[in-house]
């Protein structure tokens, strides 16, 4: 990379946690930028000026109403999708969604397709495989290195006629991505929880792009859906209207009580994202920081690995291990004391994990890095 500190950390970017707090490398729920939980402590109390918290609006008031429309306007303005889109709210997470998805969508003697790269979309087609006819289409689970790297185009199968193709846009626990939407014929479907608004996307190759809350969307309880009108409209009509997809895009996320807190703060995560630059601005942003330690992983003599492989690494998720797991503990503890936090890897993978979601600040990744390094000469 060719960015300096100086030029990414520019802005609204946060730089360092205010006194008391740490760099919360958490996967989720993840690091947010101060402003925004500044104005959410704010309206808690009062929002608006109207007298009310937050937590206390009612859904059918007019202040909720505004807040709703701001939420869906700015996240279709970071999406960069015309009125040809849907943009609304779903209560639950991405898993939630996995399990909505099929039953929208795939009917009695019918298919849908899954690309496998990792433990999350291993569970969006096993979730998917309890109620309906499904496959994958790329069994990242059979490389020799399981779920190394993510498929090349043409690499994955199209059932013919399967009914949509899902994939994960970057995979959290094993610390890969992919740098551009699958070539397909297929409905695609995205699964963008970690990686929403964290660079340029093209949201018009995809039929639908769901992302939970907690990562770069703030709080959890809720997910983002851009989603295709027409594609919405083909979704079964035999289900009740709290599990139709379309039903909630056609009542404005209102279809019953919503998650309003979580919608508010997705609001203001998304207004955030545009006010430091967009995804643009913020991809920048997050390759100099994941560089810093993706260098510290190369640079250490083969103290550090990891098994992604180099082209496909995530710029999110920087996992990392030592030769032995006793190592990765002490890691573990003795970064705490130089305030980093969150660090322990995924059960699944083991090792280390450092997630540097859009509003993680460059310092700490650069803290990390030299902590690394240190680590590294004395173990």
């Known amino acids: 990379m060719t960015q300096t500190a100086a030029s990414v950390t520019r802005t609204l970017f946060p730089q360092t946690p205010s006194k008391g707090r740490v760099y919360n490398f958490s996967a989720?729920?993840?690091?947010?930028?101060?402003?925004?939980?500044?104005?959410?402590?704010?309206?808690?109390?009062?929002?608006?000026?109207?007298?009310?918290?937050?937590?206390?609006?009612?859904?059918?008031?007019?202040?909720?109403?505004?807040?709703?429309?701001?939420?869906?306007?700015a996240c279709r303005k970071a999406a960069g999708v015309g009125s040809d889109y849907a943009v609304f709210f779903m209560p639950g997470g991405a898993t939630m969604q996995f399990g909505?998805?099929?039953?929208?969508?795939?009917?009695?003697?019918?298919?849908?397709?899954?690309?496998?790269?990792?433990i999350w979309s291993y569970k969006a087609y096993t979730e998917a495989a309890r109620c309906r006819t499904v496959s994958i289409a790329f069994d990242g689970r059979a490389l020799p290195a399981k779920y190394a790297r993510v498929p090349k185009n043409g690499e994955f199968t199209e059932p013919k006629g399967a009914k949509y193709l899902l994939y994960?846009?970057?995979?959290?626990?094993?610390?890969?991505?992919?740098?551009?939407?699958?070539?397909?014929?297929?409905?695609?479907?995205?699964d963008a929880t970690s990686d929403i608004f964290s660079r340029p996307w093209d949201f018009t190759k995809h039929a639908m792009i769901l992302a939970a809350g907690q990562k770069n969307l703030g709080a959890s309880g809720a997910s983002l859906i851009v989603a295709r009108k027409d594609f919405l409209a083909s979704a079964t009509q035999k289900l009740p209207q709290i599990l139709r997809f379309e039903d909630h895009a056609n009542a404005?996320?209102?279809l019953n009580t919503p998650p309003t807190f979580a919608v508010r703060v997705m609001g203001l995560m998304a207004e955030w994202t545009l006010k430091v630059g967009g995804p643009e601005a913020i991809a920048k942003n997050n390759a100099y920081k994941a560089n810093l330690i993706w260098n510290a992983v190369d640079n250490s003599g083969g103290f550090y690995s990891w098994p992604a492989e180099t082209w496909c690494r995530s710029h999110l998720n920087?996992?990392?291990?030592?030769?032995?797991?006793?190592?990765?503990?002490?890691?573990?503890?003795?970064?705490?004391?130089?305030?980093?936090?969150?660090?322990?890897?995924?059960?699944?993978?083991?090792g280390m994990r450092a997630s540097i979601y859009n509003a993680f600040p460059v310092k700490g990744c650069e803290i990390l890095a030299d902590f690394m390094a240190d680590f590294a000469r004395r173990a």
Request: hydrophobic share 35%; glycine share 12%.
């Open 318 to 350: 920087v996992c990392f291990k030592t030769p032995k797991p006793e190592l990765d503990a002490k890691f573990v503890a003795e970064a705490e004391k130089h305030g980093l936090f969150g660090l322990l890897g995924h059960r699944e993978a083991g």
């Open 28 to 73: 989720g729920p993840a690091c947010m930028p101060e402003c925004v939980l500044e104005q959410i402590r704010e309206e808690l109390i009062d929002c608006r000026g109207g007298g009310i918290g937050l937590l206390e609006l009612s859904h059918r008031g007019a202040l909720y109403d505004a807040l709703n429309n701001e939420a869906e306007a």
């Open 168 to 190: 994960c846009q970057n995979n959290t626990v094993e610390g890969t991505t992919f740098w551009a939407p699958p070539e397909t014929s297929l409905p695609l479907i995205g």
């Open 252 to 254: 404005r996320s209102i």
């Open 100 to 118: 909505l998805l099929p039953l929208n969508f795939v009917g009695e003697g019918e298919t849908a397709a899954y690309i496998d790269t990792s």
